[in-house]
Nanobody, 126 residues
Framework: QVQLVESGGGLVQAGGSLRLSCAAS????????MGWVRRPPGKEREFVAA????????NFPDSVKGRFAISRDDAKNTVYLQMNNLQPEDTAVYYC???????????????????WGQGTQVTVSS
C-alpha cells in the first residue's frame, strides 16, 4: 500500500520561505515520477512541480518558476519542495503525488498522478 505523507506546511509572511517534505512508503520510490500539486481556496488543483527519476528533469509552471525548487532523495524515499519568496496567492493545500513512470518522464497533468498524500496547508499572509 502506497503512502505519501507531507509535512512542513504552516503560516508564513509574504517574502518568506517554507520547505515541504513528502515521505513515501510502499513503493519503489526510485521508479516514481513525483510531483507537487496545490489547491487554492475555492479553486481547482494546480500543478506546482515535478521531478523525474533521479532528479534528471524537473518542471514548473510559470507561476512558481524561479521561486520554487523540487528535489528528491531516493535513499530516504523523500521528495522536497523548497518555496521561496512566497506570496499570498501561493496560499493553498499542497499535495505530494506520484506515479510509476519512465526514466525521463515528467508531466504537468495532475490527472496522471495516481498516488496522493493527504495534503499540508500553506498560508501566506500579506
Amino acid at each position: 500500500q502506497v503512502q505519501l505523507v507531507e509535512s512542513g506546511g504552516g503560516l508564513v509572511q509574504a517574502g518568506g520561505s517554507l520547505r515541504l517534505s513528502c515521505a513515501a512508503s510502499g513503493l519503489t520510490f526510485s521508479t516514481y515520477v513525483m510531483g507537487w500539486v496545490r489547491r487554492p481556496p475555492g479553486k481547482e488543483r494546480e500543478f506546482v512541480a515535478a521531478i523525474s527519476w533521479g532528479g534528471r528533469r524537473t518542471n514548473f509552471p510559470d507561476s512558481v518558476k524561479g521561486r520554487f525548487a523540487i528535489s528528491r532523495d531516493d535513499a530516504k524515499n523523500t521528495v522536497y519542495l523548497q518555496m521561496n519568496n512566497l506570496q499570498p496567492e501561493d496560499t493553498a493545500v499542497y499535495y505530494c503525488a506520484g506515479y510509476r513512470g519512465g526514466a525521463y518522464q515528467l508531466t504537468n497533468d495532475v490527472s496522471k498522478y495516481v498516488d496522493w498524500g493527504q495534503g499540508t496547508q500553506v498560508t501566506v499572509s500579506s
